[in-house]
């Protein structure tokens, strides 16, 4: 059985976008309650408090000007952020640094070998938010966070899978010149928020490092297993990645409101085996994944236990 962490904080509870919005705390409590039933869960290694290590941390992927921006408009009582779809409440920045700082400490964790794997589950989510941007429910990019801290700790290579039904547009942009970092999304095409195209490959040094792979509305297990098979693992294998990130958004589930793909919750554990095993060949299984979306609760938990589950076992 692999050391597998889960990280999580109270004060992502505390993360308010609003009456009605889909990015609710119920989502993290669901998740909560599979893990604490599941029949694996005592064999689950839980951190709930992270060094902090945010905001200077977050300064590689975004503009200073913006965290402090964001933290005066908190400040000030502002309810929404920006283009309107990412809603704050006066605890969202601390839920927000402490998001961050969750992600990196997994990383940092798995990468020094106290784990092998790691789940970490914050809120708000991340892979939306730009170098100055909030947008998508995102306020800071904790994966793109995370990722950018492995760089500057000895890591050479590392990649990104985004499996969100939605590209992660703002991961892309952080390393879309970097070769270092190979990211690949498999995503809803064309949906929120437009981004994801197959020309989109990476510029300058980074060309070819990016890979999106655009999915159908009505895509299903048979066309994403496809698509790991002919697409996802030889570029991984090709890259040699020494750590392996995961954006694990479970808004691909055939029951989620907010999107047209239709994988099955079985799905998504194949999905994790897949790689899992190329985090055996190239990373010394070393492997970190970070909540992004996932809004129907059952769907979420079912789907998000069997991903921690898979980690464990596989």
């Not at 309650?33 to 064999?43: T, Y």
């Not at 991340?126 to 947008?135: F, W």
């Not at 500057?152 to 969100?164: E, L, S, T, Y």
């Not at 999106?212 to 996802?232: C, K, Q, T, W």
């Amino acid at each position: 059985m692999k050391r597998t962490g889960f990280f999580y904080n109270d004060v992502f509870l505390e993360h308010d976008a609003g009456a009605g919005h889909p990015e609710r705390p119920e989502r993290l409590q669901a998740i909560l309650g599979a893990l604490e039933r599941a029949p694996f869960s005592g064999s689950i290694i839980r951190f709930s408090e992270f060094p902090a290590r945010a905001p200077q941390s977050l300064f590689p992927i975004h503009d200073k000007s913006y965290v402090e921006w964001v933290g005066r408009r908190i400040g000030e009582g502002a309810r929404v952020l920006d283009y309107g779809d990412t809603g704050v409440c006066p605890r969202s920045w601390e839920a927000a640094l402490r998001s961050a700082d969750a992600a990196v400490d997994a990383a940092d964790r798995v990468w020094n070998g106290e784990l092998d794997r790691a789940f970490v589950a914050p809120r708000p989510p991340g892979h939306h938010a730009e170098a100055g941007r909030a947008m998508g429910f995102c306020i800071f990019n904790n994966i793109a966070v995370a990722a950018a801290w492995l760089l500057d700790h000895d890591a050479q290579r590392v990649a990104i899978v985004d499996w969100d039904v939605h590209h992660g547009n703002g991961t892309q942009a952080a390393f879309y010149s970097n070769p270092r970092l190979l990211f690949i999304s498999l995503h809803q095409y064309p949906h929120y928020p437009g981004s994801g195209g197959a020309a989109e490959k990476g510029a300058g040094d980074g060309l070819g490092t990016t890979l999106n792979i655009p999915m159908r509305p009505g895509s299903g297990d048979e066309h994403y297993l496809a698509a790991f098979e002919d697409m996802v693992i030889p570029a991984l294998d090709d890259f040699e990645p020494e750590m392996i990130l995961v954006s694990a958004g479970f808004d691909s589930h055939s029951r989620d409101p907010l999107s047209s793909i239709m994988l099955s919750t079985e799905f998504f554990g194949e999905m994790t085996q897949q790689l899992c095993a190329a985090a055996n060949r190239h990373c010394k299984g070393r492997l970190v994944s970070v909540l992004e979306g996932g809004y129907d609760l059952t769907a979420l938990s079912e789907a998000s236990a069997l991903h921690v589950e898979t980690m464990l076992n596989e």
